[in-house]
């Protein structure tokens, strides 16, 4: 099999019968192509996982990523409260059971780790 593909590379490159025909150029152009495409970014993928698993760690992204769409990207409340001194009124565990079982219109946030839940929770039980 890899013999008869050398044989026909070999055939295209000095200019056979094959080259004549539109659908073997386009064949051979699509399958460079595709080869060219998969071997592409794929160091990239695992990179950009690593450091967004860093990131995620941090009280700020947690927030951000689920928390800052109601509540304001500096904690000032939108559709949600305002949670600049949330620490005032409620404790850590308070604000994790919150977190995790959702309270009035807050829906329970099950897309938060029990990790981050905790750190994200120490970190608004800070707000005083």
């Given amino acids: 099999m890899i013999g008869q593909v050398f044989v026909r590379l070999k055939i295209l490159v000095r200019g056979g019968p094959f080259v004549k025909s539109r659908c073997w150029k386009w064949s051979w152009i699509m399958i460079v192509s595709v080869l060219a495409l998969t071997g592409c970014g794929q160091g990239a993928d695992q990179d950009d996982q690593g450091e967004t698993q860093e990131q995620a760690s941090s009280p700020d992204q947690i927030y951000k990523n689920n928390c800052s769409s109601c509540h304001g990207q500096n904690?000032?409340?939108s559709v949600g409260p305002s949670?600049?001194?949330?620490?005032?009124?409620y404790s850590k565990k308070d604000i994790e059971l919150i977190i995790q079982n959702g309270r009035g219109q807050m829906p329970a946030q099950n897309q938060v780790s029990k990790e981050q839940r905790a750190t994200l929770a120490e970190w608004l039980a800070e707000k005083k």
């Fill in 75 to 77: 904690l000032e409340g």
């Fill in 83 to 89: 949670l600049e001194e949330v620490g005032a009124q």
